[in-house]
């Protein structure tokens, strides 16, 4: 069974060891197994005809049969093309071919029947097909009336005669080998559930499939049984790691009530207590937590760390927060500062800009037992930062770290593992959290405090830029602070440090009367943070800056965000940018400058952000229009290597095989019953393949 999954595909009719090499550099084609993991990308519908009377602007791919009229060579030597005019007697026009004209000027015979296949184009009101392909209609009787199946390929391949119909073919030596077998991995209980077809079936029919409807028979279930073996290995383990790993017992909450009736600065929002609530619920079970905590920009996710804090200190184990930048860590401190006097509890900074001198005497009070909150950067990860008894880390802005750096917090603590809590303000959406996320637990503030005037958002040209300058100014009038940020421009640090300084320029000559800061990457964070405090401090009225502020600055009195080049920035960063303003009483805005031509991408982005500030809308755009590969913190965890499922569009698929899942080990979760082995062998099979190809590769 392995053996011929795991044949090479050299030892196939037709492709052979030279081929076969190229298959492998090219496609990484290597066995039996990859070609048919090969899939189609599309298929071409050859079950119907068009005439071109039928045709339309915006068709896909379509089929033609008609003659050819006029074949006529076209321009000088270098740049001859070839043009046929075809005509069905529907209608007529143009063929073109820039390439192998030569060729195909003496092979192609006018007043013949062609099929012609391709993508129409309408030009100057007539439809055209460039490079088409063209078939003798006669040789092509036995071909038509089914969907032909095209596949990804390089250009080395196409060259070489390699591409997409060269694979198409090996494909389908493989369907008819004599002892071609492709083991069933899903019960019957599954399968009939869901009316799945066969695994063979479907891997047959997603590469030449009947008709549409078998097609997407195929897709359905290949895509189930991906989604599933994920969520099932991912719950497994979850479970299994459930069992084994107890935790801390936070049950003393004397501390916390203290805090909560004496000197709680405001009222929770109920999605506050409730996630508070839940993450008790995990302090006294007795086991260890990993939590994600989701919650939008603003909505309060520090106090809800605070108060959490509380519970581990309030039962004499220490907690650490790590921050992302030198910044948040710095906001953090002081933020949380505040509260922690109140309670007389000691805290400290730890950054990579902390003296030696100062580090040491912080390692002391933390092997003592005496410091008993560190808010740091990856400082904190450091081996030589020990403590004395670790309860709970917590850590801001996730999609920075990886899960590497998660497991380096558990060993802060080995006789006991502190309990985990990582927040995010990227509003993950469901089925991604799913995925990527599955083996935390999750909860979500998904509610602003009360009294928050929704930020109103717009978009300018940049030809528009005086008025902008001039609304900036009434806002500075009536008190407020202005945000000017700056996209960095990947290609060149230098281009993007120029055009910060000539908007730094542009600002400073239209508001003569204020004061600006300015702040980028290549600062020292002593600069930085001079600057922040300036700002914070309402000493200057407008803050130029590249995207360094993007993420849990706070300044309550900001309440205009102003984005240029608002087009090179994804979703995800302009819903973080725009997030800096909005904390306070005052209507704040956010003001997106674009130049006028924009892409369909970027115009869809743009109006997303006019039309909504719910950040989990946004991420489902963002999904749309970026896949999950591309979602920030997806990489790093590597199991959104989909084949087959795109997350983006099968939620409802995914959430099946999740509850399948779940249903599943819920009643046997060793999946020792009979009915349950075939998962059990599976993912066995699968674990083996990963580590051999983690040996390979
Ligand atoms: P984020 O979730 O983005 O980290 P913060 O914790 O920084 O949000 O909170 C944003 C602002 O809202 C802070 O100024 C904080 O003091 C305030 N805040 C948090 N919770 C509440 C609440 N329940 N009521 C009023 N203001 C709150
Ligand atoms: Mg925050």
Redesign the pocket.
Known sequence: MTNFWNTKVEFLKGIGTQKADVLGTELQIFTYKDLLYHFPFRHEDRTKVYAIAELEPDMPFVQLKGKLTNIEMLGDDKKSRLVAHFTDGTGYMELLWFQGASYLLKSLKANTEYLVLGVPQFFNNKFSIVHPEIELLVSLTSQTGFLQPVYPSTEKLNRRFLGSKFIAKCVQNLLELANFSIPENLNSEVLTKYRFISRQAAFKNLHYPAHANALHHAKRRLKFEELFYIQLKMLKQNKNQKEVISGHLFDKLDLLNEFYDKHLP????NA?SRVVKEIHTDMISGKQMNRLLQ?D???????VAFLCMLMAIGNNAQTCLVAPTEILAEQHYHTLKEYADKLNITIDLLTGSTRARVRRIMHERLMNGNLKILIGTHAIFEDKVQFENMGLCIIDEQHRFGVAQRRKLWEKNIDLYPHILVMT?TPIPRTLAMTVYGDLEVSVIDEL?SGRKPITTAFRYDAHRLRVFAFMKEEIDKGRQVYMVYPLIEESEKLSYKNLMDGYESVSRAFPDNHISIMHGQMSSVDKEYEMQRFKKGETQIMVATTVIEV?V?V?NASVMIIENAERFGLAQLHQLRGRVG?GAEQSYCILMTKPELSKEGRKRIDTMCKTTNGFEIAEVDLELRGPGDMSGTQQSGVVNLMIADLAKDGIILQEARNTALAILEKDEHLQHPDNKIFELFLSIQKENDSVWSRIS
């Open positions: 405001f009222q929770l929002t506050q919650g920009v603003g909505s309060g996710k520090t106090m303000a405090p849990g706070n309550p904390r």
